[in-house]
């Protein structure tokens, strides 16, 4: 693999970390080992080797966020949990401004380069390749968050492209009893949560139901829309754009899951539902106010372990079904938009056929429904002494069906229409035609892996592992990793990282079809990236803790969206590379009983090889500072403040550079009044800043500013436990 790119700064920041190695290890063999082994409070990380795993030996950067980390931020949203983890930013999609996670320099507008697991299940959508158009998950039901940065294919299979997020729920035995809590807040917030848990004889049973809507912030103003660009053309001369106006960012979400767990079997289902969901800038980004979004998605999965199921072996396994239902309604352009159309029906500026009124707007209503049906199976054995490996297998089938409803396009637009030059807001349904935008289609995945733990030395560990995956639709991948970690004792480890890693073509990159937006390629191949890392886990003294991290990376046959040379709708391409390199840094420390301190810088450059140029949007520079204050018996402060810096422009975006930002967040909590009570207070964004998430270079023209995030605001919760 050529590992290229800033060398200057990686190289710089290589000496002090191998001298700070060098420095700990002869702190740390002053502490007696067996001392150390009592007194820290060791984390465990699931995620980086499919089985339990001391964090700071995990064979991964890995970081893990506890319910009460969460609790302690006020935290009302698993996007403002994220944001504490050094080089992963949370921004927005240009579709509907879903959450895109972007991890070391590696981004796009959809955002399906990391994995989201849920229990260890992935919720990966098949039309985007990321989690759908759901707003932001909700926190109350949540145990612990397992983040580890860089590729984990070689566990986890697709999509573990630059990171892995694990969302673990809570157990009858986390919950322990009852609880109920309630969230009222600026934009109109309310959230409201009801769990409990209990075991009964054998069996425990874990049930949550939470509820969250926000009527949206009509402050964050858009001067621009894609129809304030059709209006503007001298042979459009319309006047019907509703900008300046506010992105719609209105929505309701229910989440309901109950668990049953026996023995070694455990049953989940989780049922989330999207009401009402804004569409943010407009699907086509011109302003929407009247559109919305639903979903009604199901996640039911079933596992059994065996910890003894014969001698030096272990045994686990689990199945599991994915329902989606995606349904919208959306107006593309106002009414009395008038837009030059090709002959097809479809929007076409460069080769139009006429120009057409609509006196109702266009209007287009896609659906998608989604099932997936997955089975793993893994097997741990210990019998050859010093190793512990693990052999897994699986398969995984899912189908896509789409539906349309619309006034424009293929089939409905005619000649007689082009040349009335007028289409109101009667609407026809293509579905199961071909002129549908989503053909039906399925994939089938099987896959197999090895890995081996392999303690070489009493200070030693290699773990190397690799998977096989079998595609129906574009064929065979092998990612390996490998991962050699010195811990020469109880408070430092040292680790030398490589893996690779892809990322599948979505439904929608191969297979869209009479699409004005963009269209797919049944050709493609998957992405593809190569990652190596060295890392230092440090644990100083009880009370502070260390750790950094330097990575490079290299991506290859990236997926873009082309527009051929003669003009017409961009169509998806193999011909993206990308190269990036970077460091991160992390501090622990207690300060004193009562304080607590975390901070974390992360820089990366990431460089667009097609272009020659800095990858677009995401932060070269990240700082994140957290102070925890227990300043009376139950009453807690905690002060977060992130900066954001140096986000570049795509090579022929002419704007203006990204605002650089520093936000900060409070929030007060008081426990145990009167034994069952909690109350707590959050401030976001406390200095009122401004603050930009950039529109992707592919809509300038339409969106010329970008997204506004929301200002100051206020949010107050209160908890009852039974």
């Known amino acids: 693999m050529k ?31 067996e001392d150390i082994a009592l007194t820290f409070d060791a984390q465990f990380v699931s995620i980086a080797t499919g089985g339990q795993k001391e964090l700071s030996r995990a064979p991964a950067v890995a970081t893990v966020i506890t319910a009460e980390n969460i609790a302690q931020m006020g935290a009302l949203n698993l996007d403002q949990v994220l944001e504490s983890v050094p080089g992963l930013h949370v921004t927005l999609s240009s579709v509907r401004l879903t959450p895109v996670y972007s ?13 989201m697991l849920m229990n260890g299940v992935p919720i990966t959508q098949m039309w985007q390749g990321d989690r759908g158009f759901l707003s932001a998950l909700p926190i109350a039901d949540i145990a612990r968050v397992e983040i580890i940065r860089g590729p984990g294919s070689a566990v986890y299979g697709a999509d573990a492209f630059a990171g892995v997020i694990n969302v673990i729920t809570k157990s009858a035995a986390e919950m322990d009893g009852t609880s109920i809590s309630a969230t009222t807040g600026s934009f109109g917030t309310r959230q409201t949560s009801i769990l409990h848990g209990k ?19 009509d402050g964050r103003i858009i001067d621009a829309d894609a129809q304030t660009f059709w209006d503007n053309q001298p042979e459009i001369g319309t006047n019907v754009s509703l900008a300046p106006g506010p992105l719609d960012t209105r929505a309701k979400r229910l989440d309901t899951r109950i668990e049953f767990s026996w023995d070694n079997w455990q049953l989940r289902a989780w049922n989330w539902r999207q009401k009402d969901l804004g569409v943010g800038p407009g699907l086509a980004q011109a302003l929407d106010p009247g559109g919305y979004a639903e979903a009604n998605n199901w996640l039911i999965d079933a596992s059994y372990r065996d910890d003894d199921i014969a001698p030096d072996f272990s045994f686990e396994s689990k199945v599991s079904f994915m329902d989606i239902t995606n349904v919208t309604e959306q107006v593309l352009f106002p009414q009395g938009a008038r837009l030059p159309i090709g002959a097809d029906g479809n929007l076409n500026p460069t080769a139009p056929a006429g120009t057409i009124t609509f006196t109702d707007g266009m209007i287009g209503n896609p659906e998608i429904y989604e099932q997936h049906y997955r089975a793993d199976a893994a097997v741990f054995w210990t019998g050859l002494e010093n190793h512990r490996w693990r052999f897994a297998a699986g398969a995984f089938y899912t189908e896509l069906q789409g539906k349309e ?3 424009y396009g293929p089939g409905v637009i005619d000649a007689a229409d082009l040349l009335s030059g007028t289409v109101d807001g009667t609407l026809t349904d293509v579905s199961g035609s071909e002129y549908n935008y989503a053909p039906g289609q399925n994939r089938t995945v099987y896959y197999l892996s090895a890995q081996d733990e392999w303690y070489l030395a009493a200070d030693w560990d290699l773990t190397a592992g690799v998977r096989y995956d079998r595609y129906s639709d574009f064929g065979d991948t092998f990612n390996p990793r490998a991962a050699l970690i010195w811990h020469p004792s109880y408070s430092l480890s040292t680790k030398l990282l490589y893996g690779q890693a892809f990322r599948a073509p979505s439904f929608q990159e191969l297979y869209a079809q009479n699409n004005p937006i963009k269209l797919g390629n049944e050709n493609l191949k998957p992405e593809n990236i190569q990652t190596l890392e060295l890392a230092m886990d440090y644990q100083h003294t009880f ?8 990575f490079a990376y290299e991506i290859d046959d990236q997926i873009v969206y082309v527009t051929p040379a ?11 590379r990308q190269e990036g390199s970077g460091f991160e840094l992390e501090m622990q420390w207690s300060a004193t009983y009562t304080l607590d301190i975390l901070a974390n810088y992360a820089y990366q450059k990431s460089r667009d090889k097609t272009n020659k140029s800095n990858a677009p ?26 900066r954001v810096m140096q986000r570049a422009r795509a090579y022929d975006d002419g704007r203006a550079e990204i605002d650089d930002y520093t936000i900060a967040n409070l929030a007060i909590r008081r426990t145990d009044i009167a034994d069952h009570w909690d109350l707590a207070l959050r401030v976001s964004n406390v200095f009122d800043t401004k603050v930009y998430e950039p529109s992707p270079s592919e809509v300038r023209r339409f969106v010329p500013g970008d997204y506004p995030m929301p200002g100051r605001s206020y949010y107050a919760t209160a908890k009852y436990r039974f």
């Open 199 to 217: 075991t009964y004889d054998d069996l425990d049973i874990a049930f949550s139901m939470q509820y969250s809507g926000t009527d949206g912030d």
């Open 566 to 576: 003669g003009g017409g709708v961009p169509q998806a391409q193999n011909v993206g």
């Open 617 to 642: 949007d995401s932060p070269q520079q990240q700082v994140y500072i957290k102070i925890n204050w227990r300043f009376l018996p139950d009453w807690n402060l905690n002060v977060q403040a992130t």
């Open 405 to 407: 409803t619309k006034n």
């Open 103 to 115: 991890i070391r320099g590696i981004q796009s507008d959809i955002g399906p380069h990391v994995l």
């Open 543 to 550: 009370e502070q803790r260390y750790a950094a991290s330097i």
């Open 3 to 33: 590992i290229k790119s800033n060398k200057i700064h990686t190289t710089k920041a290589l000496p002090f970390l191998l001298i700070f190695c060098a420095g700990a290890t002869v702190h740390a063999q002053t502490v007696p080992e």
